[in-house]
């Protein structure tokens, strides 16, 4: 039995599995309800999320120019500390 | 010394991108902090391990994220600091515009714990793919577009240029609403002084989800005054122009080569100056 994630995971890792018919034997095989297996099949992201209750509103910049005031913050480490050895 | 700190990158799509190696460090960690993209991304690493604690909770509204990326590296060295072997799992690649993890491993470093990036798929590498863009065919530019904006530059419209956290554009508060048209208004003002506001450009959003397919949305530079931008949009303009040649360094190469062809050596010929050790010069 698999759960969302795992399909998930199972579709983002095996290329044959997007394929129409494989998807559809993934999905009985899952033992996940008719509805969220309705959602995977038209691909409803959004209704997904909130079937699962799933928090789509997730931040993701990762990066931020340094303010004029702060002159260091963005500074690339001194010396070799950010090396992989 | 006991306590060690691995940033490693799960990429951009769920299942799709984790290399097996930042898999491991997942899976043989005593914590792990996650910096992911979506909520099926971080539901994705509870399967893999049992403590992962978002950093989600950081960021705040009106909240400098200055603070948010110090509180994050604290955070974690905290863990460390307390003899566990730490991961920090980010989204696409740990290094690339992301401030946090770089921070993190430096600190550690300087503390005298063990601390190591492991490289993930990044939106870059997805974007190269989806838009059947090389960088290398003519070059390319990227900037973060805050910093694009606030600091000068010398664009180079005969390569490609690629904008990052467009949905930030021209913000101040380094906090983490999107800013709005006029922000981006003064963008175009910019971009136009190297690029006709028709000029085509895209807007990228990489899937981040197996069933989801990437945004690739073609349009007119003026378009994005009011286009729809989050704070995971990147903004890519192609090459205005072909390359323009330099044929007086062109000359020069074909007589430095010519001249003494059989002869030549890197260290002789003058002309690649290049320390390849990475040794300091004291």
């Given at each position: 039995m698999m759960d969302?994630?795992?399909?998930?995971?199972?579709?983002?890792?095996?290329?044959?599995?997007?394929?129409?018919e494989h998807l559809q034997t993934l999905l009985e095989e899952s033992n996940l309800n008719e509805d969220v297996k309705k959602l995977i099949q038209q691909q409803d992201l959004k209704g997904l999320a909130n079937k699962l209750a799933i928090n789509e509103s997730i931040i993701c910049c990762a990066q931020v120019a340094p303010d004029e005031d702060e002159p260091d913050e963005d500074k690339q480490p001194k010396d070799d500390e950010a090396i992989n050895r | 010394m006991a306590g060690s700190l691995y940033c490693v990158g799960v990429g951009m799509t769920l299942g799709a991108h984790?290399?097996?190696?930042?898999?491991?460090?997942?899976?043989?960690?005593d914590v792990v902090f996650s910096g992911v993209s979506d909520g099926?991304?971080?539901?994705?690493?509870?399967?893999?391990?049992?403590?992962?604690?978002?950093?989600?909770s950081f960021y705040g509204k009106d909240k400098?994220?200055?603070?948010?990326?110090?509180?994050?590296?604290?955070?974690?060295?905290?863990?460390?600091?307390?003899?566990?072997?730490?991961?920090?799992?980010?989204?696409g690649h740990p290094g690339v515009f992301a401030k946090a993890p770089h921070d993190a491993i430096a600190r550690a470093r300087v503390m005298g714990y063990e601390a190591k990036m492991i490289p993930g798929i990044s939106a870059e590498d997805c974007?190269?793919?989806?838009?059947?863009?090389?960088?290398?065919k003519q070059?390319?530019?990227?900037?973060?577009?805050s910093q694009f904006m606030l600091y000068k530059r010398r664009i180079d419209p005969t390569a490609m240029?690629?904008?990052w956290q467009i949905g930030l554009a021209g913000d101040l508060s380094m906090g983490i609403d999107a800013t709005g048209a006029a922000e981006r208004r003064l963008l175009l003002e910019?971009?136009?002084?190297?690029?006709p506001v028709d000029h085509l450009c895209w807007l990228y959003e990489a899937a981040t989800n197996p069933l989801q397919t990437p945004r690739m949305e073609q349009m007119p530079l003026k378009s994005l005054v009011f286009a729809d931008i989050y704070l995971h949009t990147t903004l890519v303009i192609p090459p205005l122009a072909p390359m323009i040649p330099n044929p007086l360094l062109r000359a020069r190469l074909q007589q430095l080569q010519l001249k003494d062809k059989h002869k030549m050596t890197t260290y002789k010929n003058n002309v690649i100056p290049f320390d390849t050790n990475r040794k300091k010069h004291l």
């Open positions: 969302v994630i795992a399909l998930l995971e199972k579709l983002g890792s095996d290329c044959t599995s997007l394929q129409a | 984790i290399c097996p190696l930042s898999r491991s460090y997942i899976e043989n960690a099926f991304v971080e539901l994705w690493l509870h399967q893999i391990h049992h403590d992962v604690r978002s950093l989600q400098s994220r200055h603070i948010t990326y110090r509180e994050m590296v604290d955070t974690m060295l905290a863990e460390v600091k307390q003899g566990k072997n730490v991961v920090g799992a980010f989204y974007l190269y793919a989806d838009l059947g863009m090389d960088p290398g070059g390319c530019q990227h900037y973060e577009a240029l690629i904008l910019l971009l136009a002084q190297d690029y």
